[in-house]
Nanobody, 122 residues
Framework: QVRLVESGGDLVEAGRSLTLSCGAT????????MGWYRQAPGKQREVVAQ????????TYVDSVKGRFTISRDNAKNLVYLQINRLKPEDTGVYYC???????????????WGQGTQVTVSS
């Protein structure tokens, strides 16, 4: 059974830091690029950071470069997102998933976990 479990979200003041964690089952994690996605209020979900299967390379959307760091622990099927200097516009629900997102066989929808809420106050 596939599973994604995100955690670490919180209500924080602008300028503070957070670390998000995600556990994924092997079907989703092993040998795949992984990403952190954000769905801001009233907006579509977008990928903000992605990391290669080996963990050797990562890419970021321009709005988070220099503040977000994605990493992974391949021995434990875990993905992390370190967020520094939080801004109100970082507010949203954060999800991790394979990049591109995992889809169960015979399904026409991507599979997502419950996400973790990050709210940044100004």
């Amino acid at each position: 059974q596939v599973r994604l479990v995100e955690s670490g979200g919180d209500l924080v003041e602008a300028g503070r830091s957070l670390t998000l964690s995600c556990g994924a089952t092997t079907q989703i994690f092993r040998g795949n690029d992984m990403g952190w996605y954000r769905q801001a209020p009233g907006k579509q979900r977008e990928v903000v950071a992605q990391i290669t299967a080996s963990g050797a390379a990562a890419t970021y959307v321009d709005s988070v470069k220099g503040r977000f760091t994605i990493s992974r622990d391949n021995a434990k099927n875990l993905v992390y997102l370190q967020i520094n200097r939080l801004k109100p516009e970082d507010t949203g629900v954060y999800y991790c998933n394979r990049f591109p997102p995992y889809r169960r066989p015979l399904s026409d929808e991507d599979y997502w976990g419950q996400g973790t809420q990050v709210t940044v106050s100004s």
